[in-house]
C-alpha cells in the first residue's frame, strides 16, 4: 500500500495508473476508519483494478470549530485497517496542501442543500462538494463509494457529478450498523458512555417510522411527533431536526407517498449524529 502525502506526488502516480490502463475506485473519507468505510473498499475492489482512499479532515465543511477540533484522527489506526481491507493507495493531503494561501474557487449546488442538514449546517455542503471536486480532479476515479448513512450527502455529489460532467460513477452502498443499530461513524468514539446507550434510540425511532408506514400512517406530521417522543425520552439527547422528505428532490413531505427518505440529526451531548432510512408505502 502506498500512502501519498502530496497533491504533485498523487497526480503523477494517477498519470502512470491511467498510462498502464488501470480502473480507479475511490473511497474519499475523513479518517478514523470504521466498518462502514471497509465496506465501501471491499466493494471498490471488486469493481476496480486500484483502489485509493483519501484521509482529510476537511475543515471547510465544519460549521463549528469545536467540531473541527474534535474530530477524531488516528493515521496509524487507520493504516492498519486500509491495509488489511486491501486499499492500494492512501492518500492523506495537508490543510496547506488543498488549500494554499489565495485559494477561492468553491462548488456549491443549489436546491438540495436548503434542506435537511443544509439547513442546520450553513455552509457545509459547499465545504463537501469543493473538497470532493477537488478530490475527484486529483484521483481522477472511474467509481467513487459513499455511504448512504449521509444521504444527503450521497444525492448532493450525485447532482454535483452530473452537472459538471464529471464522467465518474457514484455508488451508494448501504449504511453498517453496530449490534444495538446504531449506525457506524467516526463521531461515535465521542460519545461518553450514557450518550452511547442513548443513541440507539436514533435506529429505533427510524424503524418506529417505518413500522407506522407499513401499518398504513401517512401522515408525516403524525409519524414525527412519534419518533420525536421516543427521542426525548433519552436523557442526553437533543433533536436538531426530524425529517420526512422526497428521496429524490429532498423536498419535505406533508404525506408520505410511495417512497420517502425519512432522516434525522440528534445531538447527543456535544455530538451530532446523523442517520436515515427509506421507507416505502
Ligand atoms: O463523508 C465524509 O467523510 C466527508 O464528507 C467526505 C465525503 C470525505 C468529504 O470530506
Not at 114 to 138: E, M, Q
Amino acid at each position: 500500500m502506498k500512502i501519498i502525502d502530496s497533491i504533485s506526488r498523487m497526480s503523477v502516480l494517477i498519470k502512470i495508473l491511467k498510462k498502464e490502463g488501470k480502473s480507479i475506485g475511490f473511497v474519499p473519507t475523513m479518517g478514523y476508519l470504521h466498518e462502514g468505510h471497509l465496506s465501501l473498499v471491499r466493494t471498490a475492489k471488486k469493481h476496480t483494478d486500484v483502489v485509493a482512499m483519501s484521509i482529510f479532515v476537511n475543515p471547510i465543511q465544519f460549521d463549528r470549530r469545536e467540531d473541527l477540533e474534535k474530530y477524531p484522527r488516528d493515521f496509524k489506526h487507520d493504516e492498519g485497517l486500509a491495509r488489511d481491507a486491501g486499499v492500494d493507495i492512501i492518500f492523506y493531503p495537508s490543510v496547506k496542501d488543498m488549500y494554499p494561501d489565495g485559494y477561492s474557487t468553491y462548488v456549491n449546488v443549489e436546491g438540495l442543500t436548503d434542506y435537511l442538514c443544509g439547513s442546520s449546517r450553513p455552509g457545509h455542503f459547499k465545504g463537501v462538494t469543493t473538497v470532493v471536486a477537488k478530490l475527484f480532479g486529483i484521483v481522477k476515479p472511474d467509481i467513487a463509494y459513499f455511504g448512504q448513512k449521509d444521504a444527503q450527502q450521497a444525492i448532493v455529489i450525485k447532482r454535483m457529478a452530473t452537472d459538471l460532467n464529471m464522467d465518474i460513477e457514484i455508488k451508494i452502498l448501504p449504511i453498517i450498523r453496530e449490534k444495538d443499530g446504531l449506525a457506524m461513524s467516526s463521531r461515535n468514539i465521542n460519545l461518553s458512555e450514557p450518550e452511547r446507550k442513548d443513541a440507539a434510540v436514533l435506529f429505533q425511532a427510524l424503524k418506529k417510522a417505518e413500522a407506522l408506514v407499513k401499518e398504513g400512517e401517512r401522515d408525516a406530521k403524525k409519524i414525527i411527533r412519534q419518533m420525536e417522543a421516543m427521542i426525548k425520552g433519552k436523557e442526553t439527547a437533543k433533536i436538531d431536526y426530524i425529517s420526512i422528505v422526497d428521496t429524490k428532490d429532498l423536498k419535505p413531505m406533508s404525506t408520505v407517498l410511495s417512497e420517502a427518505l425519512v432522516a434525522l440529526a440528534v445531538f447527543f451531548g456535544k455530538t451530532r449524529l446523523i442517520d436515515n432510512i427509506i421507507v416505502k408505502a
